[in-house]
């Protein structure tokens, strides 16, 4: 069954903690993406993956980190360095050539 | 910097009206995307629009693209309550990034 997970579905922060998001697709994916949406609003990405090993930020990068160890695995790390965390996260995937973005079920992150 | 309008912004019909979404974008795209989202759910792929001219259907939903007047149309027939759910277009930028619209939010009433 090929798709995109993410875990937790649901996380709380206390103010000062870092906080890992975790993205895994089985699609054979070369490209994956991190997008924040707030209540109301669209989608804007966090960063972005085109290869492994390889990353770019996105429009809103600051304050979050990522790594790109395993084709299927692009985990979005939310430091104590950002000021407004709570959000709903959502990943992506995409094939280079086609482009169209698959995405996961999200996570919801609040902090306490 | 590629900016993408849609509207309206919130859309409230009847069951069994017709009517369209717009979604404008500032810069040259030949690649547009539709997205379904349900409150508190992610997002569902609906079309994939490739080119200048392209029209596809799926049920009540059609969407078109005309990249000359930087220009994309989701075309609701007879809407159903199943359609209730926001709505995004994404127009794919030079270096292979989605840019999203706002989104609209519809709502179809009896």
């Known amino acids: 069954d090929g798709g995109i997970t993410q875990s937790p579905k649901y996380l709380f922060r206390k103010e000062g903690q870092n906080v890992t998001l975790s993205c895994e697709q089985n699609?054979?994916?070369?490209?994956m993406y991190w997008y924040r949406q707030d209540p109301g609003q669209g989608l804007r990405l966090i960063y972005y993956?085109?290869?492994?090993?390889?990353?770019q930020k996105g429009d809103i990068a600051e304050g979050y980190s990522v790594s790109r160890e395993k084709k299927e695995s692009f985990p979005l790390t939310v430091t104590s360095a950002q000021k407004n965390p709570t959000a709903f996260y959502l990943c992506?995937?995409?094939?280079?050539?086609?482009?169209?973005?698959?995405f996961g079920p999200g996570t919801r992150l609040t902090v306490l | 910097e590629l900016k993408v309008e849609q509207n309206p912004l919130f859309l409230s019909m009847q069951e069994g009206k017709n009517y369209t979404i717009y979604c404008n974008y500032s810069?040259?795209?030949?690649?547009l995307y539709w997205y379904r989202q349900d409150p508190g759910k992610s997002l569902e792929s609906l079309f994939v629009?490739?080119?200048?001219?392209a029209v596809k259907q799926e049920g009540r939903l059609m969407a078109s693209l005309d990249t000359k007047a930087r220009l994309s149309t989701l075309h609701i027939t007879a809407a159903v309550h199943d359609l209730s759910a926001t709505y995004f277009c994404?127009?794919?930028?030079?270096?292979?990034?989605?840019?999203f619209g706002t989104g609209t939010r519809l709502q179809v009433f009896p």
């Open positions: 993956s085109q290869i492994v090993n390889d990353f």
């Open positions: 699609l054979n994916h070369d490209a």
């Open positions: 994404a127009v794919l930028t030079n270096t292979d990034k989605l840019i």
């Open positions: 810069t040259t795209s030949d690649r």
């Open positions: 629009l490739l080119s200048n001219g």
């Open positions: 992506a995937s995409s094939s280079i050539s086609y482009n169209e973005q698959f």
